[in-house]
């Protein structure tokens, strides 16, 4: 066989390899979601060295600007807290004195919050659930914590509470003399220009609910983020690649002492085999009806998203079409 003829057999072959794998991708995309009515959608992404390559099925597209809730919000923050040098040991009473009603503030640490085991409420429960409800990130954190009593003795016990983030975004804001979203732009905007708090107006997916169970700034700067898919896969793997993220994916102990365990990280999760997939970082999330997972495995960033009200487990899609891109 001629050399060139050989070139050209094996792209063809690689061309047919490619187009079967996406196949095969949007053909498990489909079942997932074939049994959720019209209105549903679905997105994957992976960034292999660099390479982002998104799919998507239903009524969500690539240009789409998400929702992106938790598994991009609190990596950030957890990353701007350590890139600017916060103490994770110091008491948040620093910011929050105790004396001004914020319960035990002296015996909660930066690193309790993004660990959530500060014993702080979660305020998504307790905010007004309706569209046109303004919740201020100040407001959150009086309704679910200032004069409250804690839930456990702070370092003891673990409850996931978006108020520990809103609190940190706070203490970023105070201890930079900046906005969290300046912060956000001035960090994220050459990575991932789409990168911004949530406005309400952004180019949302059709098959999200109309209207939003509740306002657009209710998340705060524990949630509120919108970007593509495409930038909420580039903002991780940037982090993931930053001299920050050896802290942020150790495991901790509640009471932020080093642990054994592979479960908490700081503002990630960890997990040795995840579904049989290795060594995995990633958080999940979900924000009103829709829900999110990102993962870091063997350096390589995997994103999954539906964008209206799903009820199955996206840990299970997730992992089936993370195992086909590895076949």
Known sequence: MKKTTFILFLILNLLGCKNRHDDLILSTMNSFIKDDGNNTGLLFGCNEDGRISIWTVGGISKDDEL??????????????????????????SKWFPQKDGYTLSDSITVKMLLLNSSGIRDFVRLVPNHPDSIVTVERTINIAYKNKEL??????????????????????????????????????????????????????PKCYVNPWPYHWAA????????????DAIKTFGFISKQKEFSIMSKSYNLDGSDAQNDKLGLGIYLDSNYGGLGKTIY?????????????????????????????KDLKEIAIKLIKIMNQ
């Open 67 to 92: 929702r992106v809730a938790c598994p991009t919000s609190k990596p950030i923050i957890s990353y701007l807290i350590l890139k600017n040098g916060i103490d994770l040991n110091t008491p948040i």
């Open 151 to 204: 839930m456990f003795k702070p370092g003891t016990s673990w409850e996931y509470s978006n108020t520990n983030f809103n609190l940190l975004g706070l203490i970023l804001e105070k201890e930079l003399k900046k906005t969290f979203e300046n912060l956000v732009l001035e960090n994220f905007h050459s990575i991932a220009p789409s990168i911004k708090m949530d406005d309400g107006k952004a180019k949302y």
């Open 219 to 230: 998340p705060g700067y524990a949630g509120g983020m919108v970007s593509t898919a495409e």
């Open 283 to 311: 958080y999940d999330g979900i924000i009103g009806v829709s829900k999110m997972n990102i993962y870091s495995i063997n350096n390589k960033i995997y994103y999954v998203y539906a964008p209206y009200p799903c009820q």
